[in-house]
């Protein structure tokens, strides 16, 4: 088995997604990377009323945040690859076995189209595939594209994020436990905003998961 992962590894060498150095086949990621962004702890805000907090793996930083760009604005699909081995040794799993349903936050028509995918899926589809929940990848829908939220305030980003999203006719969450998936969570906004929509359509609970967060 070391033979053959010697040989895969001379001719079809791997590189980290962050930074492009060399790593073995076993470690996606390299090892100073790692110890730059992995950060894995659950995240609430005061702010939050209808969802219960948000576990997030990362710190929005260094090559994670490059790996984000890339798949996000650049249309590096291949990096989708780079973050199911993050998402495998997520440490707090045993708290997540409730949540059965795992539903992605969605984008605008019109952000769809231009970009050609959603990202958060492109994240988690994977994960969720081998992990035994069910997956609703089109559970929700964004009724309109926000105003930038980058210059807005904590409460100005709640607000901007008031009535933005919809459940899809034909899902039904009534009596579900939801695993709310993003990329990035900041002040937990865009979350609130679609956990509210899902406990109005009679989620029993919501509880959030992303990849990284540049909390403010």
């Known amino acids: 088995m070391k033979l053959a992962e010697s040989i895969l590894e001379l001719f079809y060498p791997s ?5 492009g150095n060399h790593t073995s086949l076993k470690n996606l990621w390299c090892e100073k990377c790692i110890r730059q962004f ?14 219960c907090g948000c576990y997030t793996l990362c710190n929005y930083t260094g090559g994670l945040r490059k790996c984000v760009i890339r798949l996000k604005y650049n249309g590096r699909v291949e990096l989708k ?10 440490p707090w799993w045993e708290r997540l076995k409730e ?10 028509k019109a952000r769809f189209r231009e970009r050609g995918y959603n990202q958060v899926d492109m994240i988690f ?16 829908v964004r009724m309109r594209n926000t105003e930038t939220q980058s210059l807005l305030t904590k409460e100005e980003r709640y607000k901007n994020m008031r009535g933005v999203f919809h459940v899809n006719k034909g899902t039904s969450v009534k009596g579900k ?3 709310l998936a993003d990329d ?15 406990m109005r359509a009679g989620a029993e609970k919501v509880v959030g998961i992303t ?6």
Do not use: Q
Request: net charge positive; charged share 15%.
């Open 125 to 140: 589809r994977k994960w969720v595939e081998t992990s035994g929940k069910t997956y609703i990848p089109h559970g929700m």
């Open 99 to 108: 949540y059965e349903t795992v539903i992605p936050i969605p984008l605008s």
């Open 15 to 19: 590189t980290c997604p962050g930074c």
């Open 184 to 198: 990035i969570y900041t002040t937990g906004a865009t979350m609130e905003s679609a956990a509210h929509e899902l």
């Open 38 to 51: 992995w950060n894995p702890r659950m995240l609430s805000s005061s702010l939050t009323k209808y969802l």
């Open 177 to 179: 436990k939801i695993l």
């Open 81 to 90: 690859h780079a973050f199911p081995p993050l998402l495998t040794v997520f």
């Open 211 to 216: 990849i990284a967060s540049g909390a403010l």
